[in-house]
């Protein structure tokens, strides 16, 4: 699996560089009822002039809300740290964000306060249109513990019940979308691959970093777990 821990301890500035769009791997999908749309992480602080701010992580919101049009199952995820969370700098004196400390489940990177909850920073984007949107699923509220995944937490045991979710209402397929592509999108769709999902991530309707090659092992770690790359092109209305 992708290591983001240990990739981003390279960044230093809370701005990530986007990369653009490659060709697509997939033929036009009509979604059908077994289908759902994952909305990962649309939220202020990911959003230019956030605390952890994507590099034009906007622009997936038009993408975002002409695609899930198309979907009857779609779920939303945020990011919903409590206060004094264990992955933000400012809970362990003397350190700084970027910076890695060890933890009962690892390496964890220490990061700039974000997505705090009930702050407007955890906010979903005001410009967010999916009034159907059936479920949100809140990650990394448990104080000792990071999440990326909308599957399962950091320490690689913890479920958020998104599967047994999507399996109660006979969903096969998973299309994903949002922020960021190499790291809380990838993780979710690895972890989608494991529940037993045929999964897509729809390129162009996320935003990624590139931090020593990550966005390219990001795909390459989907592909060999059998993610299909498309383009919001490639889902039919």
């Not at 906010?123 to 479920?135: E, M, Q, T, V």
Request: charged content about 20%; some cysteine; overall charge neutral.
């Amino acid at each position: 699996m992708l290591n983001r821990r240990l990739l981003m301890t390279s960044l230093g500035a809370t701005t990530i560089v986007a990369l653009g769009p490659s060709t697509s791997l997939a033929a036009s999908i009509k979604p059908d009822n077994a289908s759902a749309l994952l909305v990962i992480d649309v939220q202020n602080c990911f959003l230019p002039g956030g605390s952890l701010a994507v590099k034009d992580g906007d622009q997936v919101v038009p993408v975002i809300n002409r695609i899930a049009k198309s979907f009857a199952n779609v779920v939303l995820t945020q990011d919903w740290h409590t206060s004094g969370h264990v992955s933000f700098a400012t809970t362990h004196s003397g350190k700084k964000p970027f910076e890695t400390i060890d933890l009962p489940y690892g390496k964890q990177v220490l990061w700039p306060d974000h997505c705090v909850q009930g702050t407007e920073g955890a906010a979903l984007s005001k410009d967010l249109s999916i009034p159907h949107a059936g479920l949100v699923i809140r990650k990394g509220s448990n104080k000792d513990v990071d999440s990326y995944s909308a599957f399962t937490e950091a320490d690689g045991k913890t479920t958020t019940g998104l599967a047994a979710y999507l399996k109660a209402r006979k969903v096969e397929r998973v299309f994903l979308a949002g922020l960021a592509t190499d790291f809380c999108v990838a993780w979710s769709a690895l972890d989608a691959r494991k529940a037993d999902f045929e999964t897509y991530v729809v390129e162009d309707a996320c935003r990624g970093i590139d931090t020593q090659g990550s966005l390219a092992k990001a795909w390459a770690d989907m592909s060999a777990a059998g993610v299909k790359r498309i383009q919001s092109s490639d889902i039919a209305a």
